[in-house]
């Protein structure tokens, strides 16, 4: 199964993967397994770049990411953000989830009809996409 992983997700798994969830990080495990993509929304890139900018991210978060997408068998896809996603917007509540990546992100999901891997508790309330983390605190 594809899946769609939000902009944290990538960072986590590059820097830090122990911070992501046990489901998470076995969806990833299972759609590498099942030659699946890994899709990323060109707007996580955008978005790690602002934050290398502000010294939010080390570049090599950046680095790393760029090396593994540019691999012949790279399993992660980057998703580019076209018509489709664009109009798949509307379709994401601004009420529930109000800030515009985010929004173009569960838009990528919704219209690639793949799971988006987030930990947002944003994104997981909206009703018309299927997300995946589960975590017991």
Not at 21 to 50: D, K, N, R
Not at 96 to 123: F, G, Q, S, W, Y
């Amino acid at each position: 199964m594809a899946v769609v992983i939000d902009t944290h997700v990538i960072v986590w798994y590059i820097l830090k993967p122990e911070r992501l969830s046990e489901t998470a990080s076995l969806a990833l495990e299972q759609t590498v397994g099942a030659g699946e993509f890994i899709y990323l929304p060109a707007i996580s890139l955008v978005e790690i770049c602002f934050l290398i900018e502000r010294d939010r991210l080390p570049a090599v978060v950046l680095e790393r990411l760029t090396a593994a997408i540019g691999q012949p068998d790279s399993s992660v896809m980057v998703v580019p953000l076209d018509q489709a996603i664009g109009l798949a917007i509307a379709q994401i509540d601004r009420a529930t989830v109000p800030e515009m990546p985010d929004r173009i992100i569960a838009a990528t999901a919704l219209h690639l009809n793949a799971p988006l891997i987030t930990r947002d508790h944003k994104i997981q309330a909206l009703q018309n996409v299927q997300t995946i983390w589960r975590e017991i605190d």
